[in-house]
């Protein structure tokens, strides 16, 4: 190799010694004379100052071009549909310009089976497109060209099988676009490219399976999109990857089952989007990723069960989980402490849990629906602020709102209850402050006929904004069955605390409550994390037997005659 380099240089500068530059204003070749008559019309001219285009139904060969060495400005050859060799460029070593060959998507070079005649060419100072160039099978030709100056673009020869011809290149200073070649199965060739200044996108290619050769990359990526590959199955290749400074797409690989290749990426500077990938059944690969500056979405990947993988993330812009048919609950979410915008969790039609995202604390917003085996919302009880609205809408099999016991604000949002037909249970919103509710919608909920818990009930007293409340069950079917309802509930100030304590905390066999003085405790329900009733009883005296409880982390409801307070218990 070094050799062959060697040879180059010598080349390169013999060449240009002996140039004659011509032709500022460029010049076209629509004819094969006007290649035939170049030397002719031309005398002495071995370097055009200016463009070049190649494009003529009658061109068949380039031989009258034999004494060009340089092309300052750039070169184009285009729709030539006789024109079967680029042999007449031999002496070609330096486009100051782009290359483009083919480009045309009526007819491109059809007759081109390699790009043989361009032996010589080192430097190119612009982009590199080749492009439908329908016979094309290799890029043999291109062996002594080490960078491109632009972009390099492979796109839409239906024939191309590698890329060869690539082999020496080491940098491009733009895109690098490998796009609809039908036939390509490998891009080993790229194996000495470490650098690219741009975008990385390789997509609609349905015979590529791999992607091996691009694992010298180490400059920092600005876009990637590894998309509708159809026999991709990992993204083995992309190791040398640690960084992107903008987006990540992997989307439509549908043979795709392991995201391994990205095993070293420790952030994103903005997206991130996992969908369409329907044999992806986990997301091991990502363990190393810790940061996702913007949205971070995962949706319609049929065969998901789990979010494996992505334990190291600890923060998030937004986090949508989306029409993952199969999708059991979120665990490898564990770490996750914050998502600045939103968390939208919907179309999940096998999800039963939401354990998983239990240490995130403040959220931008939260939506939450149609995940039609979802029952409750425990793997959010550390959840003390949403930002944003809270929705929750659609979810056929939700029977309460468990796992939302310590939310207290949502920051002037709105908060969304809606065709919920399962729903019978809204006590885990009492611990709601009413000024941070912006508007009010239970809607649809046809099994719910209770909703006189604290937050409504403050809140319809004192309404900050819309109140809508219908087509629920009777008791909940309107605004008015709700505050009379509510009168039997003391409409608190907003903020204050209730009186009622329970101890000891941890507790073991019995449990103690105080603060009865003021009020008659009534009754008291205590749930476990699935939102299942494990203990009730009318109080008669301050002490509960706990004995039969096992271990783990409970939630007391105590309804008195005019409130109904939420505590959580821990049993050890």
Same mark, same amino acid.
């Given at each position: 190799?070094?050799? $062959?380099g060697?040879?180059s240089?010598?080349l390169?500068?013999s ?6 530059g011509c032709?500022?204003?460029g010049?076209t070749f629509?004819?094969?004379?006007e290649?035939?008559?170049f030397q002719t019309?031309?005398p002495?001219?071995t370097?055009?100052?200016?463009? $070049? ?5 009658s ?5 009258g071009l034999?004494?060009?060495?340089s092309i300052?400005?750039?070169?184009e050859?285009?729709?030539n549909?006789?024109l079967a ?5 031999e002496?070609?070593i330096?486009?100051?310009g782009s ?5 045309s998507s ?18 190119l100072g612009?982009?590199?497109v ?5 016979g094309?099978e290799?890029?043999a030709g ?9 972009n390099?673009?492979i796109?839409?020869n239906s024939?191309l099988?590698?890329l060869?011809?690539?082999d020496?290149v080491t940098?491009?200073?733009g ?9 390509l199965?490998?891009?080993?060739s790229l194996q000495n490219?470490t650098?690219?200044?741009?975008d ?5 290619n349905?015979?590529?399976a =791999? ?6 990359l180490s400059s920092n990526i600005?876009?990637l ?6 026999l991709l199955?990992?993204?083995e290749?992309?190791?040398s ?7 990540v797409?992997?989307s439509?690989?549908?043979a795709l089952?392991s995201l391994a ?5 420790l952030?994103?500077g903005?997206?991130l ?5 329907y044999?992806l059944n ?5 363990e190393?990723l810790n940061?996702?500056?913007d949205?971070f =979405? ?6 998901l069960?789990n979010l494996s993988?992505?334990e190291s993330l600890?923060h998030?812009?937004g986090?949508?989980i989306?029409?993952n048919?199969?999708?059991l ?7 996750l402490?914050?998502s600045?915008?939103?968390i ?6 096998s999800?039963?849990s939401?354990?998983g995202?239990?240490n995130?604390?403040t959220?931008?917003?939260?939506n939450?629906?149609n !995940?039609?085996a979802l029952?409750?919302?425990t ?5 003390t602020?949403i =930002?944003?609205s809270?929705?929750?809408?659609g979810?056929?099999?939700l029977s309460?709102?468990?796992?939302l016991?310590?939310?207290?604000s949502?920051g ?19 611990n709601m402050k009413?000024d941070s509710?912006s508007g ?6 046809y099994?719910l006929s ?5 937050s409504?009930c ?7 904004g819309t ?7 009777t008791?909940?079917?309107?605004p ?17 605390e209730?009186q ?9 066999n019995e449990l103690f409550?105080n603060?009865l003085s003021?009020?008659?405790?009534l009754?008291v ?5 699935l939102?299942?009733t494990?203990l009730?009883e009318?109080?008669?005296n301050d ?7 096992k271990?783990g982390?409970?939630f007391v409801?105590?309804n008195?005659?005019?409130?109904v !307070?939420?505590?959580?218990?821990v049993?050890?």
């Open positions: 190799m070094k050799k $062959v060697f040879v240089v010598l390169f500068v060449f240009f010694a002996n140039s004659q032709l500022p204003e010049i629509a004819t094969q004379d290649i035939d008559n019309n031309y002495g001219c370097e055009i100052e200016g463009d $070049v285009l190649i494009e003529g139904d061109i068949t060969n380039l031989y034999i004494v060009l060495n300052a400005g750039g070169c050859i285009i729709s549909i006789a060799s680029l042999s007449g460029l002496n070609l330096s486009i100051e290359l483009k060959i083919g480009v009526f007819t491109g070079n059809p007759l081109l089976a390699d790009l043989s005649g361009l032996d010589n060419l080192v430097l612009g982009d590199l080749v492009k439908f160039n329908h094309l290799s890029l291109l062996n002594n060209l080490n960078s491109v100056g632009g390099l673009n796109e839409f024939m099988l590698s060869y011809g690539l020496n940098s491009t200073g895109d690098l676009i490998i796009k609809k070649n039908d036939l199965t490998s891009i080993v490219l650098s690219i200044d741009g990385l996108s390789v997509y609609f349905e015979k590529l =791999e992607l091996s050769g691009l694992e010298n600005v876009n999109t590894i998309q509708d590959n159809d199955t990992s993204l290749g992309l190791e990857l640690t960084s992107i400074s903008n987006d797409y992997i439509g690989n549908y089952i290749g990205l095993d070293n990426l952030n994103i903005d997206d989007k996992i969908q369409w990938n044999s986990n997301l091991s690969g990502l190393n940061y996702v500056s949205a =979405e995962v949706s319609h990947n049929h065969e069960i993988g992505l600890t998030i812009g986090l949508s989306g029409g048919w199969n999708l609950n979120l665990t490898g979410l564990e770490n402490t914050s600045e915008s939103y939208s969790i919907s179309n999940n039609f999800l039963s939401l354990i995202i239990g995130v604390v959220i931008g917003g939260v939450i629906y !995940n039609n029952i409750n919302l793997g959010l009880e550390s959840i602020t =930002e944003g809270l929705s929750i809408n979810n056929i099999s309460n709102l468990s796992g016991e310590n939310v207290t949502i002037n949002g709105s908060l969304w209850i809606s065709s919920n037909s399962s729903l019978h249970d809204i006590l885990a919103i009492s009413v509710i009010l919608h239970i809607l649809y909920n099994d209770i909703c006189d818990v604290q409504i403050e809140y319809l007293a004192n309404p900050f109140i809508e409340i219908s087509n629920n069950a008791g909940c079917n309107s008015e069955e709700v505050e009379e309802a509510c009168e039997t509930i003391s409409i608190s100030e907003t903020g204050s209730s009622i304590l329970i101890y000891p905390n941890p507790a073991q409550i603060g003021e009020s008659e405790i009754e329900n205590i749930f476990n994390q939102g299942q494990v009730h009318k109080l008669f002490k509960i037997d706990i004995s039969g409880l271990l982390l409970y409801y105590i008195t005659d005019d409130s !307070n939420l505590m959580k218990l049993i050890n």
